[in-house]
């Protein structure tokens, strides 16, 4: 089987995060979605550059691959969700965090680091050009790093879909090392092809995938079997498409039964690539996409 599974530690917000690695591995997961926050790996906390190391160990003697999430609620700002982003008057903060994270990806030799947009603050009358300046100075970052960039459309957000990731991708020149993180949830939330065609769609530049159930204009991540979902054709969208990132899971309001919930993903997630028979070992380890 080519699919490689992953958990994202934003679904494990009350565990230590060397416990929620822990369990991960212990589930049979392959790999973890890191999302850095306040209470695992703090990007802003001291000793950042030891602190990576100790995680470094931690995948290492456990065997998980890792991917770079950005999407902490209030790390940036105690008051307001996700604020400041790129769109904000003042994005310092926002980049200065993206540059650590690519920084700590680099360290961690993460398959990808992932972000988004954000909403347009009322009264802005340039967003999209907020964007690209943006966007641009963390392409800049990252290639100079050799760390891939998955760029991830969010419903509500200002970049929501996959044609508006294509624009992005084009305003910006078409970076090689400036690809998509896909929300296979996000894909049956708003997008109008069904969801195997989006991972056909934009298989030649997906380094990133997160998988959660969801339902059509719903932006509410569900467990397998809850939502809308059929996942059997859309791993094999995954596996017939030549994808060999991580496939990580996506709960991240399940942090109070996560140990549980986690259980359940992997085994729902193992049933539905039942068919899908290529041993992993045979399976080359993913590469960045020429970012350096």
């Known amino acids: 089987m080519t699919i490689r599974f992953g958990y994202g530690t934003n679904g494990f917000a009350n565990h230590r995060l060397t416990d929620a690695l822990a369990v991960i591995a212990d589930l049979g997961y392959e790999g973890v979605a890191l999302t850095l926050d306040h209470d695992h790996l703090d990007p802003f906390a001291p000793e950042l550059a030891r602190r990576t190391d100790d995680v470094a160990s931690t995948l290492d003697r456990l065997g998980l691959s890792v991917v770079i999430e950005t999407g902490a609620r209030y790390l940036l700002d105690p008051w307001h969700k996700h604020a400041?982003?790129?769109?904000?008057d003042d994005p310092a903060k926002r980049l200065e965090f993206l540059r650590r994270a690519v920084r700590v990806g680099a360290?961690?030799?993460?398959?990808a680091v992932s972000f988004w947009s954000g909403v347009a603050p009322p009264g802005v009358t340039d967003p999209w050009d907020r964007l690209l300046r943006g966007c641009a100075e963390v392409v800049d970052v990252a290639a100079r790093a050799g760390v891939t960039l998955g760029f991830e459309p969010e419903?509500?957000?200002l970049v929501d879909d996959i044609a508006a990731w294509r624009r992005l991708h084009a305003d910006l020149g078409s970076p090689p090392g400036f690809g998509i993180t896909l929300d296979i949830g996000h894909c049956r939330c708003l997008e109008p092809l069904p969801v195997p065609d989006c991972v056909h769609a934009v298989a030649d530049h997906l380094v990133n995938v997160q998988i959660d159930d969801m339902r059509r204009g719903v932006h509410e991540h569900l467990e397998f079997g809850t939502g809308e979902v059929d996942f059997p054709p859309v791993l094999r969208a995954l596996h017939e498409s030549g994808y060999r990132g991580l496939v990580a899971v996506e709960?991240?309001?399940h942090s109070h039964a996560a140990p549980t919930v986690a259980a359940h993903s992997i085994e729902y997630l193992r049933q539905a690539a039942a068919g899908l028979t290529t041993p992993t070992s045979v399976v080359p380890a993913p590469s960045n996409m020429g970012a350096s």
């Open 107 to 111: 360290d961690l030799g993460a398959e």
């Open 251 to 253: 709960l991240p309001r």
């Open 84 to 88: 400041p982003t790129l769109l904000h």
């Open 155 to 157: 419903p509500g957000m």
